[in-house]
């Protein structure tokens, strides 16, 4: 598969002119980090968002690059199905007693995305996480669970049999590899629990593998590390199967470029992960990307001056973002060739 802009990439000093490098503090941890680090980019279709994880390569990162500049410098010839787009509550790996809190920041929220199968962690912490958001949650909300392919098979299947007692709408994640995806699914069917695939989509070389060897029933589709929406929507309809379009903990203009995404898609079934502006302590657009009575907006938004100034990360981590950013487009511009 292709990635596109890389045929009519802008100049670097374009891309750079503009941009800025914020450190957003959260108000939980999640993925071991306490800040979120992105490069905003200001490009003639608007502001946009380079954020990969700081511990991936730059081969990866460079997707990210692709999908950043492809959503500030170009609008999606895609139609706009839809305006607002339902989003779930985001809970991360916290002591039950927390459970609460973290919820009451999601407002409206039917659905709540379970962190599961945290390391240095137990079952037994999981039960009593799922049970504790199910009792405040009601019988009405929706429960999924995502273990971001902590499990081996024989403690995926284990842990979702002692989970389903809560109904779970699916499990994002619950191995890390396709096989063993498959394989879930046989070992649980009788169970009505669907297998959900992530990483499986956004970190394999081949984005549609998942898909055929018939390993998800459902995929979570990020716009940034499959290089935008345009290439999101192909990979979504050569699939064939229902999708779900998540965040990667960005600020608002990253949630901005998959609200995007989201409102392009054919057909959308589930709430999407987006609204994970509400584990934001700060945000870099007024107002936030965050769930208002359990939506999100889907149009652009408008990064505020003050925030830059506020956010702004320190002057060593800045350069090392666009030291890392000048090598994606590098890699980007020898694709190209
Ligand atoms: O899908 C959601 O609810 C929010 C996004 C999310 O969980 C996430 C955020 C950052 C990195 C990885 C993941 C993930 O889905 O695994
Ligand atoms: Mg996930």
Known sequence: MTTPVTDALPPLDEVLSGSAVVSVPLTTRFRGVEHREAVLLRGPAGWSEFSPFTEYGDAEAAMWLAAAIDFGWRESGAAVLRESILVNATLPAVAPDRIEAVLARFDGCRTVKIKVAERGQTLADDVERVRETRRLIGAEGRIRLDANGAWNLDEAEHAVRALEQFDLEYVEQPCASIDELAELRRRIHRIDVLVAADESVRKAADPLAVARAGAADILVIKAAPLGGIDRALTIVEAAGLPAVVSSALD???????????????????????????????????????????????????????????????????????????????????????
Do not use: H, K, N
């Open 251 to 337: 600020t608002s203009v990253g949630l901005a470029m998959g609200a995007a995404l989201a409102a392009r898609l054919p057909s959308l079934e589930f709430d999407c992960g987006l609204g994970t502006g509400a584990l934001l302590g700060d945000d870099v657009a007024v107002p936030p990307v965050a769930p208002v009575a359990g939506a999100i907006g889907t149009g652009r938004v408008e990064v505020d001056a003050d925030a830059l100034r506020r956010l702004a990360a320190p002057d060593e981590r800045a350069q090392w973002w666009r030291a890392r950013l000048e090598r994606c487009y590098a890699l980007l511009m020898g694709d190209a060739r």
